[in-house]
């Protein structure tokens, strides 16, 4: 078992444009996601990526008109961030989302945590702490954007076995193995190599979070910031 920061280094940063179906696709499907939500800068125009990757979401807000603070642990694909896109509206820093509040000096329009990124967490605990976090970072009208898989409901025998994505030179299968908190996740990976494929696996762990408890504790947080 590996960190996460581990398992992007060796194995999954290196496929994980391709995973997302490429670079161009995965901008334009964040351009199609925050354009069917309105999400324009309307003040300060601050905003924060947390688990930005490559850039999915923070060179779409960039090219939106917001200034980014975009935040991940992988080197690699901040590197590859920062190749596809440079202009001063968009920043990047190599650190634990649990410490944004010291990258960010102003309050925040907005902040966004998406494809899973909440997950990738140790606890329920450190979830918390980034809701609690993010509404004491948020200006009046801010907005928190999370998406992520919700993995409460166990899969079962062979259901457990994902195909995630083929093509000619990679398949990339995942198998789950359920905890009472968190999910072993297993990503099986053949890489065609000279005409030979190999075999890269790696796993990791992700926490349980459903969308009820996320909505629950969230509004929760967001009310206790009000009355402050
Ligand atoms: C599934 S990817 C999502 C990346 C990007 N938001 C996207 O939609 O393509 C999760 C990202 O979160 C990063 N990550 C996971 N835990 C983190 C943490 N505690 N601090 C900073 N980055 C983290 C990983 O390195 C990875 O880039």
Redesign the pocket.
């Known amino acids: 078992m590996v960190t996460?920061?581990e398992h992007?280094e060796s194995l999954l940063?290196d496929v994980?444009t391709w995973l997302?179906g490429g670079f161009d696709e995965?901008i334009s499907n964040?351009v199609a996601f925050f354009k069917s939500r309105n999400i324009t800068p309307s003040s300060s125009g601050i905003a924060v990526?947390?688990?930005?990757?490559?850039g999915?979401?923070s060179i779409p807000l960039a090219e939106l008109g917001f200034n980014v603070t975009a935040?991940?642990?992988?080197k690699k694909?901040l590197n590859e961030l920062n190749s596809n896109f440079s202009h001063h509206s968009l920043v990047t820093i190599n650190?634990?989302?649990?410490n944004f509040k010291d990258h960010v000096s102003a309050n925040c329009e907005l902040i966004v945590c998406?494809?899973?990124?909440i997950t990738?967490?140790k606890s329920k605990d450190d979830a918390l702490k980034i809701f609690q976090y993010s509404f004491s970072s948020l200006e009046d009208g801010g907005k928190l954007i999370l998406t992520f898989r919700d993995l409460s409901t166990e899969l079962k025998d062979t259901d457990r076995f994902i195909p995630v994505r083929s093509d000619e030179n990679i398949i990339f299968t995942c198998f789950l193995e359920y905890e009472p908190t968190t999910v072993k996740i297993h990503d099986i990976v053949y890489i065609k190599t000279h005409g030979k494929w190999e075999l890269h696996k790696s796993c990791y762990r992700k926490i349980r979070l459903s969308v009820e408890w996320v909505e629950n504790q969230s509004v929760k947080m967001a009310s206790k910031q009000l009355w402050r």
């Open positions: 996460v920061e992007y940063s994980y997302m995965a964040n990526d947390l688990g930005a990757g490559s999915f979401q935040i991940d642990l992988s694909l650190d634990d989302i649990l998406m494809t899973d990124t990738h967490l």
